[in-house]
Structures are given as structure tokens and as C-alpha cells.
């Protein structure tokens, strides 16, 4: 059974410091992986996109890592601002449908304090 | 500007009643979605649509119905609410325009939603 898990369930870390966020998956063939930032009450917005080949990605504050080989990716957020609470979704799409289909985590709920 | 719409926000009505959660993309992509979340736990796709006058069962099952009748619009009705059936729904789309079934890495981009109450 395909699945995504993360780690932790939750996390509240003060105004300025760095967290990562862990996903572990199981999908298979993989295609690619994406974090997804959700705002309480809000869809899900991309933030990064992996494919097999790559095992780094930024985008601004925000650094993703793959490693395909253990399964696992990491969300590093540096610099935390209070906008940065919400919930981070790992998203794993299997590339053996024509549909894309997409498997998600439950989330790590991020609360930033000031 | 290309986006992705959802009406209502937020919906409370009493059980038995018919109600239709609207959605509306206006990037002219083929393939929609229909996901539901509840607090705390994953997205579960209920309905999908590769384009117009195509619609599928998702990998959860759910009594509501769906309609793709044009590109842009993919509305989900439930014929009979249940408190069973409070919820987030989520819609979302994904593909360019005049491309055909892509596999696994065409990004979805998400609607805001509908918290659905059911008393």
C-alpha cells in the first residue's frame, strides 16, 4: 500500500528560529515529491517540487531535500515568521497512472510563537 | 488572472437537504479533482475528470455526485446531506490546455475550499 508519513505531528517554535520537517514514503513507481503549505481554512499551495534526479530544492526560506534511495525527504524553513504557521504537506505522485495520482501525508502542523 | 474558485466558503444546513458545492477554474485545465479532509488527517480523493463528460469514483468512497459538462466547472452534489458528510472539501485542477492525460508530474493547484456542516 502506497503511503506518506510525517514527522512530527505538530511543532511550535519561536519567531526566528529554523525547523525541518520530516516525510517518509513507501509510494512506488515514484514520480515526483512536493511540499504543499495550507493555511487553516485554505487549499494547499506548492512550495517545492522533487523529481528522482534532484535531492535539493529552495525556494526562499524554504529548502526541501530527497533522498530517493531511503525514501525520505525534509523541509527546512529557516528564519521563522509568524506567516510561516500552518500546515506542511509532503505529496508523493506515482508515475503509474495517467492520472497522477497523488498521496498525501497528514500534514505537520507548524505554529510559530513571537 | 488564472485561478482556481470555490463557492461557498462555508456551508451549515440540516440533514436531508440537496446541496451542490460549486467550482470553477479558469486556467483551461483538463483533468479536476474532488478531495475531502477532515482535521488533522490526509486529503482523500473522492471524484476525478481527465476533461468534459468524464467523471470517476475517487479512492474514497462518497455518495456525492459530480458533473463536467464544461471545462471549467465541475460542480459536486450530494442529494441528501448527513451529519456523516460534514467536512472540508477541497477542489483542484491540473494540465495545460490541449494536452492530453500526463503522468504523475503536472502540479494541482487547489481551491480555497468548503467547511460543510450538516447538522
Known amino acids: 500500500k502506497n503511503q506518506v508519513e510525517q514527522s512530527p505531528q505538530s511543532l511550535i517554535i519561536l519567531e526566528g528560529k529554523n525547523c525541518t520537517l520530516q516525510?517518509?514514503?513507501?509510494?512506488?513507481?515514484?514520480?515526483?515529491l512536493r511540499w504543499y503549505k495550507q493555511d487553516t481554512g485554505r487549499g494547499p499551495v506548492s512550495l517545492t517540487i522533487?523529481?528522482?534526479?534532484?535531492n535539493t530544492k529552495s525556494n526562499g526560506r524554504y529548502t526541501a531535500t530527497l533522498d530517493a534511495d531511503t525514501k525520505q525527504s525534509s523541509l527546512h524553513i529557516t528564519a521563522s515568521q509568524l506567516s510561516d504557521s500552518a500546515s506542511y504537506i509532503c505529496?508523493?505522485?506515482?508515475?503509474?497512472?495517467?492520472?497522477?495520482?497523488?498521496?498525501f501525508g497528514r500534514g505537520t502542523q507548524l505554529t510559530v510563537w513571537p | 488572472e488564472a485561478d482556481i474558485y470555490q463557492t461557498p466558503r462555508y456551508l451549515v444546513i440540516g440533514t436531508g437537504k440537496k446541496i451542490t458545492l460549486e467550482c470553477s477554474q479558469t486556467?483551461?485545465?483538463?483533468?479536476m479533482y474532488w478531495y475531502q479532509q477532515d482535521p488533522g488527517m490526509e486529503l482523500h480523493l473522492i471524484h476525478y475528470?481527465?476533461?468534459?463528460?468524464?467523471?470517476e469514483k475517487g479512492d474514497l468512497s462518497s455518495e456525492s455526485t459530480v458533473s463536467r459538462i464544461r471545462t471549467e466547472h465541475f460542480p459536486l452534489t450530494l442529494e441528501s446531506a448527513r451529519p456523516s458528510h460534514t467536512s472540508q472539501y477541497l477542489c483542484?485542477?491540473?494540465?495545460?490546455?490541449?494536452?492530453?492525460?500526463?503522468?504523475?508530474?503536472?502540479?494541482?493547484?487547489f481551491g480555497p475550499g468548503t467547511r460543510l456542516t450538516v447538522l
Open positions: 505529496v508523493v505522485s506515482d508515475r503509474g497512472s495517467t492520472l497522477g495520482r497523488l498521496y
Open positions: 522533487m523529481t528522482f534526479s534532484e
Open positions: 516525510c517518509n514514503y513507501t509510494v512506488s513507481p515514484f514520480s515526483n
Open positions: 486556467m483551461g485545465h483538463d483533468k
Open positions: 483542484a485542477s491540473s494540465g495545460q490546455p490541449g494536452q492530453g492525460m500526463l503522468a504523475g508530474g503536472v502540479e494541482q493547484f
Open positions: 475528470s481527465y476533461g468534459v463528460n468524464s467523471t
